[in-house]
């Protein structure tokens, strides 16, 4: 069923209020889901809702702290987020890095005990936004499996870059893994088969049945260096913010752990810098006017597809799966 | 021919001498050239070496230089390369950036106008040796399309993270394009065909002729994801260092430009964080035990295999192409 955004940005706003979570509080969370409702990336949309939901009502979410920050070094802030929501740990971390950046001109900010950030182009854009480069990291739950392995050793590690230009700004949200464990999920409702090469089953066979693959592993993005791309972000983010390694790691996909994941967020001011953001402009709509492969397919920049869905469900509505609605409508009624 | 890497290295540091580069200077861009070699990455060595020389001859490369930084925030160094040596240049950066990291616990170097600075992984496991997380990325020529092009509008765009661990460190080192424009010469000189997917030619046409490849551009690493790590690098670097743009960058590949190209390294000091180098390894320890994919090939952890292949050619010699070796001792010999 469509559904406009203001009802059930409204409806969020709500549950989560109800919940003890403040009114600017609820209204970030909700903000953030709705984002990703907008730019069709409903894995991290309202789905996601119920679950943070039961986190809230059973002690594992914070409805009201922004996390404990310290400064460890002058540009080098160290947050414990006390169970706090995802994204008012990190946008709080981002305000307070911005009072440094013009000191230090870069800031890092190493997150654990902070629930689920969500789809982390939100905060990249969100930095772009301020003028700044944002780059962001996240760990999770063991899903991945390294290339040449077959077990789920990995989290889906994704990073966002922002990147500021005049006009849109370069806004890039990758997971490491070769696709999300929602798209797989998705699959698995539809009774699809899934690709080869996406997953492999508990024992480590290639698989394409979707229920296999949901006891098994994903395969990381671009085979031996996605892998170690999607590793590096791994023990970075437990270096620096000591969190759990994946293996070890629950909590964003439940309601009965702690979140001991980590979050990395990192700031950079480019008027520090020696470039320009018409130069970057430029090049980008270079890029796009450059010969395609496919004649009726223009080449893209990371961000231009994202705008482009958010624009267009602003008007037609966001599309919801009528179980999560009523779901939803019931919680507010009760 | 097999040679040993003493050899090389002193024919390395007199060729360099001859042309007015100080002792330590020289003996430190034959290192980077050396390590390359011995790692099995001969693209990045002595293969090098001749172009190099030409253009410090050609005054395209300054013999003395550091490099010219300025602090221009606590944490932001912006280095004028001063047509110096591409690791002479970085290797400095380094040094002066960890003065400031006891303040910051993070530093950036943004680098424009110096020579290449080779392969990566050297400058990332230097940092790790020193107990520190380093980051580095390069920008070079328009080598690479985008996802869905087929025009050279991206560098190769490698980036390289070292991060310390118990015992040996994390040593990430991958360009963004799917394979290197040197193994596209190897083919080329050895008269094989290319493997469907590494490149177009220059109408935009897959190619697995290997010269066609050469004027066409290469294909980036795991499809849209690969290229928008490339993109983000391109625009990283640039928005810093203040470097051209692919298209327009010259003087990594020939011996007539000034380099102007661009190069970032990111230090931070992991001490600052919660993390414990400890439970890296541990974790890393886990990896290389997980189930493999092909029982007779554990799974391997980004710099074992170049740590390996470091030990077997250091006992076994280099294996460098005759002409090569007569070129460079001609060169001595004059």
């Known amino acids: 069923m469509k559904l406009p955004p203001t009802r059930l940005r409204n409806l969020t706003v709500a549950l ?30 309202l789905q996601r809702l119920p679950l943070l939901l039961s986190r809230l009502d059973n002690g594992l979410a914070n409805p009201t702290t922004r996390g404990n920050g310290t400064w460890q070094r002058d540009a080098f802030l160290s947050i ?13 971390a981002m305000r307070v890095m911005q009072s440094a950046l013009k000191e230090t001109g870069l800031a890092v900010a190493a997150i654990r005990n902070a629930n689920h950030i969500g789809m982390l182009a939100y905060y990249a854009e969100a930095a772009a936004s301020d003028g700044l480069i944002g780059i962001v990291m996240s760990t999770s739950e063991a899903l991945v499996h390294p290339f040449g392995g077959t077990q789920a050793m990995l989290g889906t590690n994704p ?8 006009g849109d700004p370069f806004v890039l949200d990758l997971a490491t893994s070769v696709v999300s464990m929602g798209k797989i999920n998705s699959h698995a409702m539809r009774g699809l088969p899934i690709p080869p090469g996406w997953a492999v089953d508990r024992d480590g066979r ?18 031996a260096k996605g892998y170690g791309l999607g590793l590096a972000i791994e023990l970075l ?51 796009r006017l450059s ?44």
Chains 1, 2 share one sequence.
């Open 16 to 45: 989560l209020e109800k919940r003890g979570v403040p009114a600017d509080s609820a209204r970030l969370q909700a903000d953030l889901l709705l984002e990703a409702e907008l730019r069709g990336l409903p894995s991290h949309g």
């Open 80 to 92: 414990d987020g006390e169970r706090g929501l995802g994204p008012v740990v990190v946008m709080n």
């Open 159 to 166: 990073v966002a870059v922002g990147i500021p230009a005049d």
């Open 206 to 223: 290639p698989t394409t049945d979707p229920h296999a693959a949901k006891a098994g592993a994903i395969a990381p993005f671009g085979d």
């Open 237 to 287: 983010v437990a270096a620096l913010a000591g969190s759990d390694l994946a293996p070890d790691v629950h909590g964003t996909l439940d309601d009965i752990h702690p979140a001991n994941k980590g979050d990395l967020v990192i700031l950079i001011d480019p008027s520090a810098g020696s470039g320009s953001t018409a130069a970057l402009a430029a090049y980008l709509g270079r890029l």
């Open 291 to 334: 010969r395609p492969l496919d004649p009726t397919q223009p080449v893209a920049i990371p961000g231009d597809g994202a705008r482009a869905r958010r624009a267009a469900t602003a008007k037609t509505g966001i599309e919801l799966p009528q179980p999560l609605f009523e779901h939803l409508t019931a919680l507010e009624a009760a």
